[in-house]
């Protein structure tokens, strides 16, 4: 069964740092998603995409954090000048059409220092 | 906006036990309906979910949820739980007709004990 792929699968860097997170979704999906959960807290959404631009974003998704589909395979989310508080679990997802089951990947472990 | 609650964060039950995960929404517009599991270390598994038609959605492994409009409900169930059950379970909605992500509850940690 086709599955999302998230790397790397921990993430160590320094306070102040820029950090990249590599998410490649399901083939033939349209809709792709990120999402993070802080240790002990919810999943929380940060941003939807679609057709190359962003669908939706929640309060979270500032400045700070972008998106991108830099070729027909991956989807990446940037964090620029990373803080103590961005150390959460970060998990990709998709799905063929909006409102359709997403799929996740087994997300990647950010550690800010 | 939408909101999920998950009263229960941990629900400890003896093997071959029945369990019930509770989860209540709260949202001003229609929803469709969710149950992810997330076993150690790994990611989130998409166990069954409420789209429209009969209110009552099974999962392959056993596991049944019941959408209830009048309750805002849409509680988890399984009438005999196996030690490889344990994991924590998320229920979760998104808005109908939009595109915009999930909205989780916090999660209930199944234990199973022997």
């Known amino acids: 069964e086709p599955e999302v792929t998230q790397t790397p699968s921990h993430q160590v860097t320094q306070m102040g740092q820029e950090v990249i997170l590599r998410c490649v979704p399901i083939?033939?999906?349209?809709?792709f998603y990120w999402y993070r959960q802080i240790l002990g807290q919810k999943v929380e959404f940060l941003v939807s995409?679609?057709?190359?631009?962003?669908?939706?974003k929640s309060e979270i998704f500032d400045d700070q954090f972008s998106v991108e589909r830099p070729d027909g395979s991956n989807f990446t989310l940037k964090i620029r000048s990373t803080k103590l508080e961005d150390s959460a679990m970060y998990f990709c997802?998709?799905?063929?059409?909006?409102?359709?089951?997403?799929?996740f990947g087994d997300g990647t472990r950010l550690s800010i220092l | 906006a939408q909101s999920v609650t998950q009263l229960d964060s941990q629900v400890p039950v003896f093997e071959e036990a029945p369990v019930e995960l509770r989860c209540n929404y709260s949202s001003s517009v229609s929803v469709y309906l969710f149950w992810y599991v997330q076993y150690p270390n790994q990611g989130l598994q998409l166990l069954l979910k409420y789209l429209s038609g009969s209110t009552l959605v099974e999962s392959i492994n056993g596991f049944e949820a019941e959408f209830n409009k009048s309750q805002t409900s849409f509680h988890l169930r399984k009438p005999s739980v196996h030690i490889s059950d344990t994991a924590e379970y998320f229920c979760a909605v998104s808005v109908v007709g939009g595109a915009d992500g999930l909205t989780f509850g916090k999660g209930t940690h199944l234990i199973i004990q022997p």
């Open positions: 995409f679609y057709n190359n631009e962003i669908s939706e």
């Open positions: 997802a998709s799905s063929e059409y909006a409102n359709q089951p997403q799929h």
């Open positions: 083939s033939n999906h349209l809709y």
